[in-house]
């Protein structure tokens, strides 16, 4: 049974680890250059309009981001890519992260070039949410590789899904 506010937090860390999520890289672009964030929080919201949600801690170097430019995308990584999600997980200077890959610019916004998905979104909304932001994109541009692999988070580690072993009904 935990007791401490440590031991809460490490509780509740163990038990949301069994929610098995992708993981993103999320990029805004501002007067001062590039930002970049590995992010799991991250889910669809609505179909009409086309909206989704990614969560920023407030202490994150992101959020002022996307906060100034009212834009945002979501970069879907691979199975593979652990190593370009350590470096946008890490407080390196953001040009430094954007070494580590190739992108275009898509609507104003950096957009990995192998990237297994994404969207390019308008900040709907940026609503508080105890020590991180959710801020709501109405997405505005999409696409995806149909073949590709997902780069998985679950029980706190990286994680990949076998192809030939998916449970379809
Ligand atoms: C797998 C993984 C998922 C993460 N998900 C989130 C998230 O959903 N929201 C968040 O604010 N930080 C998340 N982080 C932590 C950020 O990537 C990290 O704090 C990063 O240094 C923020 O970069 P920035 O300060 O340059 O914006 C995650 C880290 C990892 C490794």
Not at 50 to 78: H, K, M, Q, W, Y
């Amino acid at each position: 049974m935990p007791g401490s506010a440590l031991d809460v937090t490490r509780a509740f860390r163990a038990s949301i680890g069994q929610f098995a999520t992708g993981v993103t890289i999320v990029t805004a672009s501002g007067p001062r250059g590039h930002a970049g964030m590995t992010t799991n929080a991250v889910s669809s919201l609505s179909l009409d309009p086309i909206l989704l949600i990614a969560c920023f801690d407030n202490t994150s170097r992101t959020l002022p981001v996307v906060r100034e430019s009212g834009r945002f995308a979501v970069n879907v990584l691979r199975a593979g890519d652990e190593d370009l999600a350590a470096v946008f997980a890490s407080k390196r200077v953001p040009e430094e992260k954007f070494e580590a890959v190739t992108h275009s610019v898509e609507h104003g916004v950096p957009v990995l070039d192998d990237a297994l998905a994404w969207f390019v979104c308008d900040v709907h909304e940026l609503l508080p949410g105890g020590d991180h932001t959710i801020a709501v994109g109405r997405v505005t541009a999409f696409d995806h590789d149909p073949a590709g692999e997902p780069l998985l988070w679950f029980r706190g580690g990286y994680a990949h899904i076998d192809p030939n072993d998916l449970a379809r009904e």
